[in-house]
């Protein structure tokens, strides 16, 4: 509750850290070894961060890079009351420039999972990288 407060009041900065710290005690999903997170049950601000989050790692380099495509598994809304809530917030959320030279596809074989191609986020942490520290994140 506290992260998806601090992203409606604009503290960006405040809900990455929360996310932080609770990922790092194993409260929160993160980013996986094989380049997968898990999105499921968790409240469409948080999944935002979540993703925000793990990018912003894999672009400063504190994350290594999956062999693979990224895959972000936002699940299909089946359990929401309306339609899909987290999926088009991802898919809002990496429209916005800082992320918007990556490509962003529905996986084939399962339209609750994202995926970002493996060249193109390597092309995006590049791009990332280049950059000035004072402009990442």
Avoid at 6 to 22: I, P, Q, S, V
Avoid at 59 to 87: C, F, N, Y
Avoid at 132 to 137: A, Q
Wanted: glycine share 6%.
């Amino acid at each position: 509750a506290a992260i998806s407060a601090c992203m409606k009041g604009g503290a960006r900065a405040e809900a990455t850290a929360l996310y932080a710290d609770a990922a790092s005690r194993d409260l929160l999903p993160r980013l996986d070894a094989g380049g997968k997170i898990d999105l499921h049950d968790l409240p469409a601000a948080v999944a935002c961060v979540a993703v925000a989050s793990s990018l912003e790692h894999l672009a400063r380099g504190e994350v290594a890079l999956p062999d693979d495509d990224l895959m972000i598994v936002t699940g299909q809304g089946k359990h929401s009351e309306t339609d899909a809530v987290i999926k088009p917030q991802i898919e809002e959320m990496l429209a916005a420039p800082e992320f918007a030279m990556l490509s962003l596809t529905q996986y084939a074989k399962n339209p609750g999972r994202l995926l970002v191609p493996a060249e193109n986020l390597r092309e995006w942490v590049a791009t990332r990288r280049r950059r000035r520290p004072s402009e990442v994140g």
